[in-house]
Nanobody
């Protein structure tokens, strides 16, 4: 079992920045990939960014160039640096982890609200 706790959300003006953190506990050695999804009101949850144990990164086009995902070593925390925020980035951001066999041992955090508004 892996437990995930997010922090760092809040209210920010358009063009501003926020840094989200996700701290993992439990079977840390089993984690292969961690990352972030988000869900805006009335929309489905969507992928934002992923990072693997061997530092392979996936970032969706809608945030590429504005968001950066990173992790610490030894690995127990993943970060999402969000710059040049837009109102359409407003959503609940959920931390995610998966362990082999992939797709069968997914963990989710409870989410942190990010609101971009003037």
């Amino acid at each position: 079992q892996v437990q995930l706790v997010e922090s760092g959300g809040g209210l920010v003006q358009p063009g501003g920045s926020l840094r989200l953190s996700c701290a993992a506990s439990g079977r840390l050695f089993s984690i292969y990939v961690m990352g972030w999804y988000r869900q805006a009101p009335g929309k489905e949850r969507e992928l934002v960014a992923l990072i693997t144990r061997d530092d392979r990164i996936t970032i969706v086009d809608s945030v590429k160039g504005r968001f950066t995902i990173s992790k610490n070593n030894p690995w127990n925390t993943v970060y999402l640096q969000m710059d040049s925020l837009r109102p359409e980035d407003t959503a609940i951001y959920y931390c995610y982890s998966d362990s082999p066999p992939l797709g069968t041992t997914i963990s989710w955090g409870r989410g942190t609200q990010v609101t971009v508004s003037s």
